[in-house]
């Protein structure tokens, strides 16, 4: 079972940026990953995912032009660089792990590794 630590959270102010990482017990290189968020009573739902190969990325709507999903294999670590926060961000962020080439998938039930999650209040 792959174990996955993030990390990077906390309150922002409005326009604020924060940089969230996830950082895998092993080698991340065959493996998409993705970021989602949970508020209380709503469903886990997709803020970005990168592919294996890195050449293929997917975004929630809400996420386009203002966050950006990057990945280091080297350090088996995945980001999502998040500038421009909003009140409507603040959630509990997880990274997710699933076994698959290409393209990442957008729905969280293919990922079959999760982090614990980390806490990320938006201005408001």
């Known amino acids: 079972q792959m174990q996955l630590v993030e990390s990077g959270g906390g309150l922002v102010q409005a326009g604020g940026s924060l940089r969230l990482s996830c950082v895998a017990g092993?080698?991340?290189?065959?493996?998409?990953m993705g970021w989602f968020r949970q508020v209380p009573g709503k469903e886990r739902l997709l803020v970005a995912a990168?592919?294996?190969?890195?050449?293929?990325?997917r975004y929630a709507d809400s996420a386009k032009g203002r966050f950006t999903i990057y990945r280091d294999n080297d350090k088996n670590t995945v980001y999502l660089q998040m500038n421009d926060l909003k009140p409507e961000d603040t959630a509990t962020y997880y990274c997710?792990?699933?076994?698959?080439?290409?393209?990442?998938?957008?729905?969280?039930?293919?990922?079959?590794?999760w982090g614990q999650g980390t806490q990320v209040t938006g201005p408001g």
């Open positions: 092993r080698a991340i290189t065959y493996y998409a």
């Open positions: 997710a792990a699933e076994l698959r080439y290409e393209p990442p998938d957008t729905s969280a039930g293919p990922y079959t590794a």
């Open positions: 990168i592919a294996s190969n890195i050449n293929s990325t």
